[in-house]
Nanobody, 113 residues
Framework: QVQLQESGPGLVKPSQTLSLTCTVSGGSIRTNYYYWSWIRQPPGKGLEWMGTIAYSGSTYYSPSLKSRTSISRDTSKNQFTLQLSSVTPEDTAVYYC?????WGQGTQVTVSS
């Protein structure tokens, strides 16, 4: 069974870059046709897909976030990483990593000075 665990700072200052890592167990991020995603939920709002990295390393981003988002991976550690630049308080949210109906527990990130 695949398990995902997010990690990263819970507080980021405005204009800085948010960086989160998802560590995957029970499956390889290189397995063919596996797609790994980042999704967030701002307070009081719905889920928002941010982007996906494929088994091949190809990446796909939400058009609304594309200019600020980068997803990469470290296959040796079976991890994939989210970077969101130039954050504002509106980027405050619970951030989840996701694969095929498997969710990480989520990590709260607050953007505040």
């Amino acid at each position: 069974q695949v398990q995902l665990q997010e990690s990263g700072p819970g507080l980021v200052k405005p204009s800085q870059t948010l960086s989160l890592t998802c560590t995957v167990s029970g499956g390889s991020i290189r397995t063919n046709y596996y797609y790994w995603s980042w999704i967030r939920q701002p307070p009081g709002k719905g889920l928002e897909w941010m982007g996906t990295i494929a088994y091949s390393g190809s990446t796909y981003y939400s058009p609304s976030l594309k200019s600020r988002t980068s997803i990469s991976r470290d296959t040796s550690k079976n991890q994939f990483t989210l970077q969101l630049s130039s954050v504002t308080p509106e980027d405050t949210a619970v951030y989840y990593c996701y694969y095929n109906n498997y969710w990480g527990q989520g990590t709260q990130v607050t953007v505040s000075s």
